[in-house]
Structure formats: C-alpha cells, structure tokens
C-alpha cells in the first residue's frame, strides 16, 4: 500500500488518515488484503533497490542501519536481509536515476529506532502520533527511497 504524500515548500506531508497508513488498516481493508489473492502466496520473497552509487548505499544500509550482507558481487550490487526478506541493491546502468520507492518495515519500538537514527545524523520524518498511540516515522536512502518504519 502507498502511502498518500504531497509536497509543499519542499516537505512530503502524509495522510493522517488511519485507514491510509498500513499499520493502521481498518478490520474492513484488512480482511479484503488477506483475501486479496487466490493464488498461494506465503511472503515477500525479494526486493530490489536501483542506487547511483553503491558504495554511498553500502554505508546507509550495511553501516548505518546495521542490515547484514547476505552476498555481493563488486562493483555491481549486495544483497542485505531486512526482517528476513533478501533486499539486492543493484548499481543502476547508463546512470540512469535511481526511482523512488517505499520500503514498509515493521517495528516494535519506534522510539528507539528514531533516537538511534538521528544519533547517527539521519533526517528522521515522525508520523502523527494524533493517527496511533504507537506512531511511524521514515527516513530517506542517499537515492530517495523512502523507508517507513511502522510501529506493530
């Protein structure tokens, strides 16, 4: 699920509707995401992040957030686990620009997380916490991609 962001005067504002963020969905909208496929689906196998620079990304995810290396090949890409889930982030060819995504990771202590994180210097972005008693926040990869840590 996307998460609805406008921009103003440089600032990504996000809904604040409960139902609009996945941490929050209502039992109606979680029902209809657990039934939402027949097919067999178990997971999340696999992801993959474009970066301009792979060693720039190597220290956001493998320094800074701790994710371990699962596999590499030099100059090309690395595969990092997050929650379990192999996450390749791949040199993008030709330069061409990396596009922005969103990264929904499930947490257990936000607080923590957010504290931890500006520590390091990173920009960290708070959810409304008027939404839920337990909060989001996100922050920003060095390409754009968006990592939204809800809280469980």
């Known amino acids: ?42 997971r999340l196998q696999f992801f993959t992040i474009h970066t301009k620079n792979l060693e720039t990304a190597r220290q956001f995810y493998v320094d800074r957030l701790g994710f371990p290396i699962m596999s590499e090949q030099a100059g090309e890409y690395f595969q990092v686990a997050i929650a379990g889930v192999p996450g390749c982030v791949d040199l993008s060819k030709n330069n061409e620009p990396a596009q922005p995504n969103q990264i929904g990771i499930e947490v257990t202590d936000v607080d923590t997380i957010t504290a931890t994180l500006r520590n390091q210097g990173l920009v960290v972005s708070e959810g409304s916490r008027a939404a839920s008693t337990d909060g989001w926040f996100a922050i920003h990869d060095p390409d754009g991609h968006e990592l939204i840590f809800i809280a469980s």
């Open 1 to 42: 699920m996307i998460i609805p962001t406008t921009r103003t005067a440089g600032r990504v504002q996000r809904s604040t509707r409960k139902s609009a963020l996945p941490g929050w969905l209502s039992d109606n909208e979680r029902s209809k995401i657990n039934g939402m496929s027949s097919l067999p689906i178990r």
